[in-house]
Each structure stands twice: as structure tokens, then as C-alpha cells.
């Protein structure tokens, strides 16, 4: 035992140690010195404010009653931690762009800046953290008691007795005094409690201490390393066969989710937040803190069992065990580390209930009664100090009362895990505000209410054991009798875990309630705009708003609103530095949308997004949402991640076009180069005759002595030449056509065979001439081609009269057979000349490339018959080759044509 | 990712290193979640593990340290003023 | 001393009537077919002035000329270049090979007559 006297002057330095911390953290912070406390190391202590005494010493209880089961309660926000890419990064992002207060003006910001919203929110908080902060007041009053020994002078009843309810009160009351010191020392959030933070830092590294001290201790004092204390262990104290059921899951969501949902949390995690960047430190630094907290819990568990009478309460294991083993300084140390871990949560939880009692009970019906009349400047700042001051009180009033009624109750030992359920009653609308635009107010209401509805039905009346609300009748055998309502078995849901059933109807119902009502109610303009400006936080800067929500006021009236609740000085800087950003002379900026609009978030940033938006409205006129805009730019955001990833696609597109633009690009300039090549030809092919008949006939006109022989000679030629020239040029013309003629031709039925035959008596005279024989080979008889006839004569002459013309043979010879070769009509036409050169083979079906080096009659080859009649077989979808070369062999040439499957089987008769 | 490597503009390579730490600061709390749960958390149970310490005790824990110690070195590599440049973290979701 | 030319062209209408008209200029005619035929005719018989065609077979004009000029014992020959295409490129590239005359056909007698007397008089070279 140590003596009241030197614990209560422990207790009294180190508290005057905090107000000493806190007093030189925002001194530091207003001479502009506050490195150390906006730096990662601080905001990391200051979330650690997670552990409260019900960790410090309900951490080994749990590990007495339930093994590894008090893991879960650290390691649900080392989830959340490790993982705060997902929720965390975004959460603090939201809470700076939009001066967030507190998670009650999280979500009433988020819904259309609604105030029903936000007061549900708050009572809800106030009504899940009372209790709460009873535990802490108990757990530092039989701390108190314990160690001083003013209760019992037996170990093994220490707690038992009346609890010092005297004690208790002066807790609290210094409590409230430091906290209202420290914590309402001004109101903006912006200008945040770096005091608050400092001392909340400091007591984070005593319990961290403290704790680690007497685990120490016990490992390597009282024991000869871990592995001894283990051996300690009772047979299945660690429980593992039971322990990683439905209630390991459900505890770790329930943590994760409290580390969100915690008012003090959400106060210390975003609110306080100086830097966005101090989160990819606290990631993993709170994370460690966590399992550093939770290292030595079980060495001190079974060191408790194994020291400790049997009848020892095992939540006091900590404080105890030194005790027992006579270490009076550590049990001292100990006994700071519990006071810690409870001063640290209940002047945050204050300060955070505190803002959102004020900000969103107080201030909405302060300004509703008519004869609170305010016009002076300041008075809306000195109203909202008072109400926060006064509702820390009340608050810390609520909780010693709480205290009072219900210490002798075992109702506060599990208090810790149904507050954690109560503030997780805000994770649907939470998470669904920042990533759900359709997410509507009315759905977070509903869901919000009946969550909160089935939280006190199904777990905080029934904690009470029957002494509060709830007669123990309706527990054990529901409301009236009915056990279908029985609360701790709703709907007929027994045998399960009261924690584990109340958590799954409520929080089931109210992500079910929040999805359905959302889905059903559209939200409103407002709703829908702020849902954008949360959702896409990352994409839309919150002065966006100014785009969509048309606001007219004088700058004076806008002026005078802003010093009633600001102070004169502030408001004076804001609005002659935003008139400087305007240009504008004078002090009174423009009071446009965008400067209404950022008048609105400073002003959220002390009164809350709701009261601001409603003091606003009072001074403001006609404001209208412009919808249209609004529904068009709300869209905007959904659009261009749809666009980009249009874009992406498109970009893939696009390389594709251009690639095909390339190629076609490449083929335009062969053409392009095709057409100067045949207009050059042509040129050249039209200059040849032209030369001839130029020349003579200016022989003709300039030699009057010529003979009549010549004369006759040259006219001749003159002649030649000029129906040589009327042959190309017709010719050239017929090519044109072909390759022009976008239409198909309209095909007949032809007899192939005869057409071939008045071809070949066409060229009878050439051919005698020529002294060369046509034979014909293999035939194929009666046969029906789909042609037209007049064509397909003209691609036999070609090919005829070119193997009679360019036929070098001495005895010229000519074989034509026609086959059927699958479903195709051939013709083969072939001459005994010398052939085709192999490196002439590949152009002869271009247009003036003659494959005949030598000929017979040169002056009567195009070089276009060739092209021409390539061109004409595919138009009558047939083919035109040449075949390749057979050594001694001339040149074959192979009409096909696709033939009349109807007439072949007569053709094969 | 030191201050040297970085190129002057939000480059590729950059982006690249930094989604890559973004993605792997959104797989660690996952694997880490499904490691801690059945039926993985299962396969230990109290016999002695590491130097008398229940091999239940040494997983959590161990698996408590690895985590922390992963997004501590992930967490130094993505804090980079570029990290929350939407053009280089979302590329796909930026204006055009 | 009569001048002797020889042309070098496949077009046996066009070789005829440039035959005539430098025959009765007073020149000497001889005619080859294809580039091969007028590089030997060129080198055998060393003519006073080559009237060559540009499209020829076997070696084209431009072979000749490239072919002539590199000849030391017959690179002086004044060479003239016939062609049907008479682009300004067909033009620049005969000049760069080192062709005296550039006439496109249809020629004028005329000319044809004047630019091989310009060539084969001693003043030389046409402009």
C-alpha cells in the first residue's frame, strides 16, 4: 500500500505536469514555433488517445476471461491503419477541404448540410459516450483506491467496496477544468487544441510506459523470459479452439469500425489533422503502438492468475501484480499509465462531444428563440464558447452521474464494446457518403435511426441487467411476453453472442434501411452536389460549390455576420485578403458565389457546415441552386472517368487509325506515284506516234522534189501512226472505264466456247498472215458461263493476236484448250514462242509494259491490251494468268471463269 | 524513392513507382485481414512455438510486426509530393 | 567531210524519217535498235554526233551516255537525247551525265538538224 497522501501529490504533480505541457503547446503554437507538436510523432501519440484505462486495465481482464481474444480490439484499427489508402487518406482529405468539426458535421455536411441529421448523430454519441466515460471515471477512482489502499486492505477484494464517489467528483471536475482551459481556447477547427494535443501525446507515452514497465517486469523479474511466464499458463487459457469464432470477426470489425466512428477518434484522427501527410506515418506507427500496447497483456494475465489470490480482480491485474510483489514504484507508474490512458479519452471525448452538442443542439435553437438577439461584434463566438464549455460540464456531469447510478453494477465492464457498437451505428452512412453520390439523407436517417433504435433495444438497455429502462422481465422474456421480441434473441435469432446478435440486427438493418430509402428518394440538389464534392474529393476542389449554388448579399451584411462569430480581427483579415485576391480597393471583397461560398466553409469550420449554411441563409437573398448546372457539372466528374476511360479505349483506337491513315497514306503515294508513272507513259506512249507524223508530215510540206514513191511511203505512215494514236487513245479511255466503273456489270449467260470460237476466225487473217497455225486442244463442248460476251471476246483476241504478234517461232504455232477444273471454266492459250522473261513475268499485267522484247510488228503494241483484259476478267469475276514458264515451252496464257453449275452435268454427258 | 531518382516532371517511371506503392498499400491491410481470420489464423494453436511462446502468439504477433514494418517501408516510398497529384495517381481518372 | 550520225532509236518510223532528214543535210546516217547495238556502233565506228533515245531496249539512253562519257576513246562524241517524256528530271539528268542536247519528240525538223550542226561545227558546244 502506498500512502493517499503521496499518490494524491503523484497524481497532483503530474497533472500539473499536463497543464504545464498543454499551457507551453499553445503557447508554441500561437508564437508560430509548433513544429514539434504538427509533427507526424505527436498526431501518431494523439490517435493512441484510442486506449483508454479499459484497455490499460481491461485488456488483461479480457485476456483472463477470454485468451486472445483482446487482440481484436487493437488489431481492427491496425487494419484501418495499414489500410488507409482506402478510407483514412480520403476521411482527412474531406475533414480539411471542408472544415469539418466533428463526425456529426461529417455526415450532416455530407446530407445536404441538414440539421436533424446532425442531431441524431450527436445524441447518439452523447448516449454511446457517457457511459463510456463513467468506465473512466470508475476505472481511475478504484485505481485511486487501490493503490492507496482506502478500500480493503486484502488484495482479493479490492474493488468490491463503495467506490469514492468524492474522489470521482474531483476527477471530473479537474477534468472539466482542463479541458476547458485547453480545449475551448478558441473555436475554429482549423486552429486546432495543439495544448490538448501535446498533454493527450505525453500521457500516450506515459501509458505506453507504464505498461511496458510492468510487463517487463513480469517477463524478465518475476520470470525467466517469455517462455517461463507461458509455462505459467493455465491448460487452455489462451482458448484458441473457441476463441477465432463469429466473436473474433465481429470484435475486429467492431474495432476497425470504432476507430472511425469514435467521436475522440474522429476528432484526434481528422479533425486535429495539421498535414495530410502525417497519415502515411500514423499508418504504421499507430499500428505499432497498438501491438507494443497489447505486447506484455498476456505475460501479465497469467502472471496475475499465478501471483494473485483466485478471487483478485483480474482488471486491476495491472496496478495489482507490482503491488503484490511489493514494487512500489512501479505500481505508482502503473497507476499514472491507467490515470492517463482515462484523463487523455475523456478530455478528447469532452472536447469532441463538446463541438458537436454546441454546434449542432445549442447554436440551431439559440438562433431559433427570438429574444436571444446577438447583433454585437463576437457574440455568436462568445455564445458558442459558453455552450461549449457548458456542455463539457454537461457531458462530464452525464458521465459522473452515470457513474453514480450504476458503479455497483458489473453493466460498466462490458460498457467499452457497446459504445464501440452504438458509434458504429454511423459507418453505413459514413462509408456510403464518401463513395456512394446516390447516398441520400433521408436513407442515412432512416438507416441511423433504426440502427440506433436496435443498438438500445438489443444491447444497451439489456446491459443494464434490468435496473435501467429495461425490467428484466422483457430481457429474458421479451416485451409483454412475447419472446419472438425478446431482446437478445430478436426474431427468433437465438443462441448467439448478445454482442454478436446485436451487432448483426442493427447494423444489418441499417445498412439496409440507409441502401433501400437512398435508392428509393433521390437526393436533393444540395444533397446531390455535396455528395460530388465528397465523393470525388480528389477531383473536385470544394470552392466548386461557388459554380452551382447562386448567391446574392451585401458584403456588409456578409461582414457583420462574419465578426459576430469570428471576432472582429479575424473577420477583418478574411475578408480584406479575399478582396485582395478579387482586386478589389477597400476591405469589402465582392460578394460573389465564390467568396460566399468560402465565407460559408470558414465558417463551418467553427459553427459547423449546418448552423453555417443557416446563418448564411439568413443574411444572403435569392439563392438558388441552378440545377440544370448542377445535375450537368455533378455529372461532370462520372463523365470524365467514363470519358478517360473512353479515352483509353479510344487512344487505342486512334494508334489503330493512324496506323491504318499510315498505310493508307503509303498506298496514296503509290498510287500517286502509279498515276505521274501512267500519265508519264501515256505521254510517252502518245509522243511516239505523234513524232512520227509531225516529222514527215513536215517532210511532206518542206521537200517539194519528192518522189511519188516516198511521198506515198510517208503518208502512209503518217496514216499508220495516226490509227495508232486513235487506238491507244481508245484504249486508254477503255482502261479508264474499267478501272473507274464503280457499278458491276449486269452478267449474261454465255456460251464461252462459241464466243472463243469468233474470236479465233477473227484473227484468221493476222494469223495467215503471219503464216502462223491455230490449233485447238481439248474442249470442253456445251457450257453456260455467266459473262458478257463482247467482253470476253475482246480478252481473246488480246490474247491471241499477242501470241500470233510477239510468236518469235519459225514455225508459229498456236494451242487453245479449254477444261473444267472444279467449279472453274479455263481457257489456255498458249504460243511456241521463246516465253516470257522471268523478271517480265511480275508486270505484264501492268498497264504499258509490253513482255515481248521482240516482235514481229512493233508498231502496233499499246502495252495496255494486257491490262486491259486483266481488268475485264476481274470484273467478270474471273481470272487472267500466266502460267508459269515450261522450258522450251512459250508463253501460256489461262483465262478462268467461275462457271453455270446448272448446265455442268450436261456439259459432262 | 529518394529525392534524386525523382524526374523534375511527374514522369513515367515516377508514376509507375508510385502506383505500384499505391496498390501495394491496398493489398497489405487485405492479405493482412485474411491472415489474421479463419481458417489461416487456425492452423496454430498454444503448443510452444519460438523459445517456450505459443505458436499462436508468436503468428499474431509476428504477423502484427510484418505488417507494420511493410507499411512503414511502403508508407516512406509512397509519401512523395507527387503522390497526391491526381494526374499521376489517377491517371485514368484525371481531365483530359 | 560529211558528218556522221548515228541514231539510236526503236521506233523504225521515227528512225526513217530522222534518216531522211539528216540525209539530205548532208550527213551520214547509221541506225541501231536497243543501247547495247549503239554503244558498239559508238565505240566501232566513232559517228560525229549520236542522236540517242532514252527508251531503249536492253540499256537505256542514259546507260549509253553514262557508258560514252566514262569511255576515254570515245567520251567527246557530242551525244544528243531523245525522249518521249521530256520532263524537267529527264532533262537535269542528261544534262548531269553530260548530254550536248536535250530535244523532246515530237521534234521539228528543223531543229533536229540545226542542233547537229551546232554540235559537229568547230565553235562547239550548243547553249
Request: net charge negative; glycine share 10%; proline share 11%.
Given at each position: 500500500m502506498l500512502s493517499g497522501n503521496l499518490v494524491f501529490a503523484v497524481s497532483l504533480g503530474y497533472v500539473i505536469l499536463l497543464f504545464l505541457v498543454a499551457f507551453w503547446g499553445d503557447k508554441k503554437a500561437r508564437t508560430g514555433s509548433s513544429a514539434l507538436f504538427q509533427s507526424p510523432l505527436i498526431y501518431t501519440l494523439s490517435i493512441s488517445?484510442?486506449?483508454t484505462s479499459w484497455t490499460f486495465y481491461g485488456a488483461v481482464g479480457s485476456a483472463v476471461r477470454?485468451?486472445?481474444?483482446?487482440a481484436t480490439i487493437y488489431i481492427g484499427p491496425t487494419i484501418v491503419f495499414i489500410g488507409f489508402w482506402y478510407l483514412l487518406r480520403k476521411l482527412v482529405r474531406i475533414g480539411r477541404v471542408h472544415r469539418i468539426t466533428s463526425i456529426a458535421d461529417l455526415l450532416s455536411s455530407r446530407y445536404g448540410k441538414g440539421e436533424s441529421l446532425a442531431v441524431l448523430v450527436t445524441l447518439i454519441a452523447v448516449i454511446g459516450t457517457t457511459p463510456y466515460i463513467a468506465l473512466q471515471l470508475k476505472a481511475v477512482t478504484n485505481s485511486f483506491q487501490v493503490i492507496s489502499g482506502t478500500?480493503?486492505?486484502?488484495?482479493?477484494?479490492?474493488?468490491?467496496?463503495?467506490?469514492?464517489y468524492t474522489t470521482a467528483f474531483w476527477i471530473a471536475f479537474g477534468m472539466a477544468i482542463f479541458t476547458i482551459v485547453?480545449?475551448?481556447?478558441?473555436?475554429?477547427?482549423?486552429?486546432?487544441?495543439h495544448g490538448v494535443v501535446a498533454a493527450i501525446a505525453l500521457e500516450a507515452l506515459v501509458k505506453l510506459f507504464a505498461l511496458l514497465a510492468v510487463g517487463l517486469f513480469v517477463v524478465?523479474?518475476?520470470?525467466?523470459g517469455p517462455g517461463e511466464v507461458f509455462s505459467w499458463a493455465?491448460?487452455?487459457?489462451?482458448k484458441t479452439e473457441d476463441v477465432f469464432g463469429p466473436r473474433w470477426v465481429s470484435l475486429t470489425f467492431l474495432a476497425a469500425t470504432a476507430v472511425i466512428c469514435l467521436p475522440r477518434q474522429f476528432q484526434v484522427?481528422?479533425?486535429?489533422?495539421?498535414?495530410?501527410?502525417h497519415l502515411f506515418t500514423a499508418s504504421w506507427m499507430f499500428p505499432l503502438y497498438l501491438m507494443l500496447i497489447s505486447l506484455f497483456v498476456l505475460p501479465i494475465a497469467i502472471a496475475g492468475l499465478k501471483f494473485?489470490?483466485?478471487?483478485?480482480n483480474p482488471d486491476m491485474f495491472v496496478l495489482t501484480l507490482p503491488m503484490a510483489m511489493n514494487q512500489h514504484t512501479l505500481a505508482l507508474i502503473a497507476f499514472l499509465g491507467g490515470f492517463s490512458s482515462a484523463t487523455s479519452m475523456v478530455i478528447v471525448a469532452c472536447i469532441a462531444l463538446s463541438t458537436m452538442v454546441s454546434n449542432h443542439i445549442v447554436m440551431p435553437l439559440a438562433l431559433r428563440l427570438?429574444?436571444?438577439?446577438m447583433k454585437a461584434s463576437g457574440d455568436i463566438r462568445k455564445l458558442l464558447l459558453f455552450s461549449r464549455r457548458a456542455s463539457i460540464c454537461l457531458v462530464l456531469l452525464l458521465g459522473f452521474i452515470y457513474f453514480r447510478l450504476?458503479?455497483?453494477?458489473?453493466?460498466?465492464?462490458s460498457i467499452g464494446l457497446i459504445a464501440f457498437l452504438g458509434v458504429a451505428q454511423f459507418l453505413p452512412s459514413l462509408i456510403g457518403g464518401l463513395y456512394w453520390r446516390q447516398a441520400s439523407a433521408k436513407g442515412a436517417f432512416a438507416g441511423l435511426a433504426a440502427g440506433f433504435m436496435l443498438w438500445l433495444y438489443t444491447l444497451f438497455f439489456p446491459s443494464f441487467e434490468g435496473q435501467f429502462v429495461m425490467p428484466l422481465s422483457v430481457i429474458e422474456n421479451?416485451?409483454?411476453?412475447?419472446t419472438f421480441l425478446q431482446?437478445?434473441?430478436?426474431?427468433?435469432?437465438?443462441?448467439?453472442?448478445p454482442l454478436v446478435h446485436a451487432l448483426f440486427w442493427s447494423l444489418s438493418i441499417n445498412t439496409f434501411l440507409f441502401v433501400i430509402v437512398s435508392v428509393i428518394f433521390d437526393p436533393k440538389p444540395l444533397e446531390r452536389l455535396q455528395g460530388a464534392l465528397f465523393v470525388d474529393v480528389f477531383r473536385t476542389?470544394?470552392?466548386?460549390e461557388s459554380r452551382f449554388i447562386r448567391r446574392y448579399a451585401a458584403s456588409s451584411d456578409l461582414f457583420v455576420l462574419a465578426q459576430r462569430i469570428l471576432g472582429t480581427n479575424t473577420a477583418y483579415r478574411l475578408f480584406s485578403d479575399f478582396a485582395k485576391k478579387q482586386g478589389v480597393?477597400?476591405?469589402?471583397?465582392?460578394?460573389d458565389d465564390e467568396f460566399i461560398g468560402h465565407l460559408e466553409r470558414e465558417l463551418a469550420g467553427s459553427v459547423g457546415a449546418a448552423t453555417a449554411r443557416a446563418m448564411i441563409s439568413q443574411v444572403v437573398?435569392?439563392?438558388?441552386?441552378?440545377l440544370d448546372e448542377l445535375m450537368k457539372i455533378v455529372d461532370e466528374t462520372q463523365q470524365v472517368i467514363d470519358y478517360s476511360r473512353q479515352l483509353e479505349v479510344k487512344s487505342h483506337q486512334l494508334q489503330q487509325t493512324a496506323r491504318q491513315l499510315r498505310d493508307a497514306n503509303e498506298r496514296l503515294k503509290q498510287l500517286d506515284l502509279q498515276k505521274d508513272d501512267f500519265l508519264s507513259q501515256v505521254s510517252h506512249e502518245l509522243r511516239t506516234p505523234m513524232t512520227s507524223i509531225r516529222s514527215f508530215a513536215q517532210i511532206l510540206l518542206e521537200t517539194?522534189?519528192?518522189t511519188v514513191e516516198e511521198t506515198q511511203r510517208f503518208t502512209g505512215i503518217i496514216l499508220e501512226e495516226s490509227m495508232r494514236l486513235t487506238r491507244l487513245l481508245d484504249e486508254i479511255l477503255d482502261l479508264a472505264r474499267l478501272e473507274g466503273e464503280q457499278v458491276p456489270w449486269v452478267l449474261q449467260r454465255v456460251d464461252p466456247e462459241e464466243t472463243l470460237e469468233r474470236a479465233v476466225e477473227t484473227c484468221h487473217g493476222l494469223a495467215s498472215q503471219a503464216a502462223t497455225e491455230i490449233r485447238f486442244g481439248d474442249r470442253v463442248g456445251d457450257i453456260e458461263v455467266k459473262a458478257e460476251a463482247d467482253r470476253l471476246r475482246q480478252v481473246y483476241l488480246n490474247l491471241i493476236t499477242n501470241a500470233i504478234k510477239y510468236n518469235?517461232?519459225?514455225?508459229p504455232v498456236i494451242t487453245i484448250r479449254t477444261t473444267l477444273e472444279d467449279d472453274r471454266y479455263c481457257v489456255y492459250i498458249q504460243d511456241?514462242?521463246?516465253?516470257?522473261r522471268a523478271d517480265d513475268r511480275e508486270r505484264?499485267?501492268?498497264?504499258?509494259?509490253?513482255?515481248?522484247?521482240?516482235?514481229?510488228?512493233?508498231?502496233?503494241?499499246?502495252?495496255l491490251g494486257l491490262a486491259i483484259s486483266w481488268q475485264i476478267m476481274q470484273r467478270l469475276q474471273g481470272d487472267l494468268e500466266l502460267l508459269p514458264q515450261i522450258p522450251g515451252d512459250g508463253a501460256c496464257f489461262r483465262v478462268t471463269l467461275p462457271f453455270d453449275s446448272i448446265k455442268t452435268s450436261k456439259a459432262a454427258e | 524513392m529518394t529525392r534524386k531518382r525523382?524526374?523534375?516532371?511527374?514522369?513515367a517511371a515516377t508514376a509507375t513507382a508510385i502506383r505500384k506503392s499505391r496498390d501495394l498499400a491496398m493489398i497489405i491491410p487485405v492479405v493482412f485481414t485474411l491472415l489474421i481470420m479463419k481458417p489461416m489464423i487456425h492452423?496454430?494453436?498454444?503448443?510452444?512455438?519460438?523459445?517456450?511462446?505459443?505458436a499462436i502468439v508468436v503468428y499474431v504477433f509476428g504477423l502484427w510486426t510484418l505488417a507494420v514494418v511493410l507499411t512503414a517501408w511502403n508508407a516512406r516510398r509512397l509519401n512523395?509530393?507527387?503522390?497526391?497529384?491526381p494526374l499521376v495517381m489517377d491517371p485514368q481518372d484525371s481531365p483530359p | 567531210m560529211t558528218t556522221r550520225v548515228l541514231v539510236a532509236e526503236d521506233e523504225p518510223n521515227i528512225v526513217e524519217s530522222l534518216s531522211f532528214i539528216l540525209n539530205r543535210s548532208g550527213c551520214d546516217v547509221t541506225s541501231v535498235t536497243d543501247g547495247e547495238a549503239a554503244l558498239t556502233s559508238i565505240r566501232a565506228n566513232?559517228?560525229?554526233?549520236v542522236i540517242l533515245?532514252?527508251?531503249?531496249?536492253?540499256?537505256n539512253g542514259f546507260e549509253v551516255l553514262k557508258a560514252v562519257r566514262s569511255d576515254a576513246s570515245v567520251k567527246d562524241i557530242p551525244i544528243i537525247i531523245l525522249t518521249a517524256k521530256g520532263q524537267s528530271q529527264d532533262r537535269r539528268m542528261a544534262e548531269e551525265i553530260g548530254a550536248n542536247a536535250f530535244v523532246t519528240k515530237p521534234f521539228s525538223n528543223q531543229h533536229i538538224i540545226e542542233t547537229v550542226q551546232k554540235l559537229t561545227s568547230p565553235s562547239g558546244e550548243l547553249t
Open positions: 488517445v484510442y486506449c477470454s485468451g486472445l481474444e483482446f478500500v480493503v486492505s486484502d488484495l482479493a477484494h479490492p474493488v468490491f467496496g463503495d467506490p469514492d485547453f480545449g475551448t481556447r478558441n473555436i475554429d477547427a482549423n486552429e486546432r487544441h524478465f523479474s518475476l520470470a525467466d493455465p491448460p487452455d487459457f489462451l484522427t481528422v479533425v486535429e489533422n495539421s498535414d495530410e501527410r494473485l489470490p483466485e478471487t483478485a427570438p429574444w436571444i438577439e450504476s458503479a455497483k453494477s458489473d453493466a460498466l465492464a421479451g416485451p409483454w411476453g412475447i431482446p437478445q434473441a430478436l426474431f427468433g435469432l437465438t443462441d448467439m453472442d476542389p470544394a470552392d466548386n480597393s477597400g476591405h469589402l471583397p465582392r460578394a437573398k435569392g439563392e438558388t441552386i441552378s517539194p522534189d519528192m518469235t517461232s519459225d514455225t511456241n514462242g521463246e516465253g516470257i505484264i499485267f501492268k498497264k504499258f509494259s509490253r513482255g515481248w522484247r521482240e516482235s514481229k510488228d512493233s508498231r502496233s503494241g499499246t502495252g | 525523382r524526374a523534375p516532371v511527374p514522369g492452423l496454430f494453436g498454444p503448443e510452444p512455438g519460438l523459445a517456450g511462446i505459443p512523395t509530393p507527387e503522390t497526391n497529384d | 566513232r559517228p560525229n554526233v533515245d532514252v527508251m531503249l531496249p536492253k540499256m
